[in-house]
Structure formats: C-alpha cells, structure tokens
C-alpha cells in the first residue's frame, strides 16, 4: 500500500488487528481509529468470565489501552466518536464527537469498516427497564456485575442459547444465581451437531437445577 491516510471505524478486535497491520505494511501511512467506546482491543470472550467472577480484575480484559497504540505503532485511536456519515467520493468520515456533540471530519485513502455487530432484542414489554441487558461490550459487563452486586439478583433469564448465551448462564449460575436460558431452536447450541445435543440438553438442565 502507498503511503497515505488509513481511517479504520471501530477499535476493538478487527479494527485493532487491521491497524497494527497497516502499520506493519507500511511505517508511513498514516492511521486512525475511530470508536465510539472508551475501550479498544478488549477480550469479549472474557466477558462472561468477569459476569462470574472468575476473571475478578477489569484489566485482565484489556488487552491494550488507547494511549498504548500511539505509542507502541504510531496509531492514533480517538474513542468516543461515532462514525455518522461516509462520502465515497470525497474520502471524509463525518463523525460526532460523543462528549461534546462536536462535529469532525475526517480524509481517507483506505477505509476500513470494523463495526462488528450489535446484539438483536426482541420485541418484548419492558425491554427498557433497567434489568433487562445485553451483552456485548466491556461497558455492559461492568454493568451487569454492577447490577448483580447492587440488586442482589437471584434469578436470570438468558435469551439465546448460542456459546455466549451458555458462557453466560454457566458464569450466572456460578455466582449463585437460578438461571433459565431460552432458545428458539429445539436444542442449544445450534452449532453442535444433532447427535451432541443429548449432552447439551443434560448440560442446560443440570445448570437449571443447581
Ligand atoms: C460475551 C461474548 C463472548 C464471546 N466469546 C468468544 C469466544 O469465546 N471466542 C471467540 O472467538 N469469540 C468470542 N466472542 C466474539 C468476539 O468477541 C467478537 O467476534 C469480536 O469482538 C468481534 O470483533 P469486531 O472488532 O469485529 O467487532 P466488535 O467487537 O463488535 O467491535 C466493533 C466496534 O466498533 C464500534 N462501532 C460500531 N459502529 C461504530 C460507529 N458508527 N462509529 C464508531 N465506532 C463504531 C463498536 O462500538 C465496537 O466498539 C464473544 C463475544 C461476546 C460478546
């Protein structure tokens, strides 16, 4: 890649691994991140980990901290700024600055979109109440724990019944807490195959009972 200005949106997995990349390739270019947390390159497989405590310190998930990037790559990863607008034929990323509201553009050669995913609430009574989260950033971890602590829950409801619905009912249920995971699929677990199932299905039910 020629020398030239890389703006990459999103900082956690794929827009961390995509900059130090680039920098990689090519000492020059110029890089930025944008991301409208305040936490870049974090392990979300440790989150259900820390929901159950066995992960117990908040900076065991961090893999690096903003500041680190600039200072080990010569990358400048600005958190808290929500990518808005895209114009291919200018190259600029219009972005909002989320503390102030503070509107910037930004000029690119490459872009590179590392968004991820957000998680898919259905449409449910009550979704807005303050008990009912997801899971899927470092932010709704701390949350979560914060919650269990404040609340004294007893009981949980886990919707989806993927990996990371288990991870976190498994992780409920070692903190102490009657845990029920629900899934639209007949089994668990899509992934696995048919015959594995029977084992889930154990799996689940022995968590339940605990
Ligand atoms: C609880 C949990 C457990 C998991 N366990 C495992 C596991 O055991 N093994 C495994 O391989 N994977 C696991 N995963 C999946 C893994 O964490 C994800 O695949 C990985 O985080 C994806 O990284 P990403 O960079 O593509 O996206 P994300 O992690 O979603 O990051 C995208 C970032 O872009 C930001 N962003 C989005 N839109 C904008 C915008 N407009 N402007 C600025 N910023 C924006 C988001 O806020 C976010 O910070 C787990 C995930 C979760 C949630």
């Known amino acids: 890649m020629e020398s030239g200005n890389v703006v990459i949106i999103g900082g956690v997995a794929a827009g961390t691994k995509a900059a130090a990349k680039a920098r990689r390739e090519n000492p020059d270019l110029k890089v930025t991140v944008l991301t409208r947390e305040s936490y870049v390159s974090y392990a979300g497989c440790g989150l259900p980990y820390y929901i159950g405590d066995v992960i117990r310190e908040e900076k065991e998930l961090l893999v690096k901290k903003p500041e680190d990037f600039l200072i080990d790559y010569d990358i400048d990863v600005i958190t808290g700024i ?10 600029t990323v219009t972005a909002k600055d989320l503390s102030d509201g503070a509107v910037r553009e930004f000029n690119y050669d490459k872009l590179v979109l590392a968004t991820g995913a957000s998680p898919s609430i259905p449409p449910v009574k009550g979704k807005e109440l303050g008990n009912i989260v997801t899971v899927r950033t470092l932010r709704e971890a701390f949350a979560i724990k914060k919650l269990l602590r404040e609340r004294n829950i007893k009981k949980a409801v886990v919707v989806g019944g993927g990996m990371i619905g288990l991870e976190v009912a498994e992780n ?20 696995l195959f048919q015959s594995l199932c029977g084992i889930v299905h154990f799996f689940d039910a022995s968590a339940v009972a605990r």
């Open 82 to 91: 929500e990518a808005l607008k895209i114009a291919p034929e200018e190259k």
């Open 172 to 191: 409920l249920v070692h903190t102490g807490i009657k845990t029920t995971v629900v899934e639209l699929a007949p089994h668990s677990e899509r992934q």
